[in-house]
């Protein structure tokens, strides 16, 4: 049974970092894509970023991400840890949300990131 994990979300003002992170258990981790997704409040889910499956991030696995966090947002992987991770950085208002991963079509329970001054 594969269980994703979440964490690293929190408050933190505008112009702020956060870090999440997605450990990924009971499946072969390195051979799926994995991606972020996030829901704001009376908001559909919407895609963040994905990468690829295979290697880890410093050989290039190839990523994409969403134009409104491309240039701010950076996905990673770390196939050791079967772990996945989101660095944000200049965070606004606008990506309050609930964030998810999914893996091979699983989803983790999200961890809430929180942009207010």
């Known amino acids: 049974q594969v269980q994703l994990v979440e964490s690293g979300g929190g408050l933190v003002q505008p112009g702020g970092s956060l870090r999440l992170s997605c450990v990924v258990s009971?499946?072969?981790?390195?051979?799926?894509?994995v991606a972020w997704y996030r829901q704001a409040p009376e908001k559909e889910r919407e895609f963040v970023a994905v990468i690829d499956s295979g290697s880890n991030t410093k050989s290039g696995s190839s990523t994409n991400y969403a134009d409104s966090v491309r240039g701010r947002f950076a996905i990673s992987r770390d196939n050791a840890k079967n772990t996945v991770y989101l660095q944000m950085n200049s965070l606004k208002p606008e990506d309050t949300a609930v964030y998810y991963c999914?893996?091979?079509?699983?989803w983790g329970q999200g961890t809430q990131v929180t942009v207010s001054s």
């Open positions: 999914n893996f091979n079509g699983n």
């Open positions: 009971g499946s072969i981790f390195r051979i799926y894509r």
